[in-house]
């Protein structure tokens, strides 16, 4: 199937700082979709994006669908303690079977 | 609203045992319903979806089976676990298939 890279892999932040993630695929997807998975739950959908070039915010949640439907990135702005998690991209295309995770980034929020 | 209940939260078990992992929707019809499974807190692996009653694609050869007796039921089973199968497992439905996915809880599996 389809490879998402997602990057960082981990990044340790002070309080009050942004946040920026990406992900970049070699294949073109139809829909970019944003999860937040804290420990010992399952993912949750922060944000979806439909359209090339769509930005969309979520409170302190922005992403952004790539021109080229091949990227997508999620920034965050002001971070809290709460923000700590691990975010996953996935890029959706027609047909089952047809959604890819990335393999995630782990933010820590430093008080 | 939409719920998924995903159960048991936690589950140890030994090797050679059967399995029986339980997820159900609540407020929505004919949902696609799929089951993951994440090894570390990462690399989220799909292993069965199905798009109705009784219809199961599966992904990855496996010890693993699924089956959907109703609607919005799922049941992820094995005859006998092997060491191997530990992990985390997530269920996850859609409205359509290209729909995003909403996850359950999850059920951390351990098998001695």
């Known amino acids: 199937g389809q490879q998402l890279n997602q990057s960082p892999q981990s990044m340790f932040i002070q309080e009050g700082e942004d946040v920026s993630m990406n992900c970049t695929s070699s294949s073109i997807f139809n829909t970019w979709l944003w999860y937040k998975q804290d420990p010992g739950e399952g993912p949750v959908l922060l944000i979806a994006l439909y359209k090339a070039g769509e930005l969309t915010s979520n409170g302190r949640l922005t992403a952004q669908f790539g021109i080229t439907r091949k990227d997508s990135f999620l920034n965050i702005s002001a971070s809290i303690p709460s923000d700590v998690g691990i975010y996953f991209c996935?890029?959706?295309?027609?047909?089952?079977?047809?959604?890819?995770f990335g393999t995630g980034t782990r933010l820590t929020v430093i008080p | 609203s939409q719920t998924i209940h995903q159960w048991p939260a936690t589950l140890v078990q030994p090797v050679g045992s059967p399995l029986s992992l339980e997820c159900t929707v609540e407020g929505t019809s004919n949902p696609n319903l799929y089951w993951y499974r994440q090894a570390a807190g990462r690399g989220l692996q799909l292993l069965f979806y199905s798009v109705g009653i009784g219809q199961i694609s599966s992904e990855v050869p496996q010890n693993l089976s699924a089956s959907r007796p109703q609607d919005r039921q799922f049941i992820l089973s094995s005859k006998k676990l092997l060491l191997s199968d530990s992990g985390f497992y997530l269920c996850?439905?859609?409205?359509?298939?290209?729909?995003?996915?909403?996850f359950g809880n999850g059920t951390r599996l351990t098998v001695t």
């Open positions: 996850a439905w859609s409205v359509n298939i290209n729909s995003p996915l909403h």
């Open positions: 996935a890029g959706q295309t027609t047909g089952a079977n047809n959604l890819f």
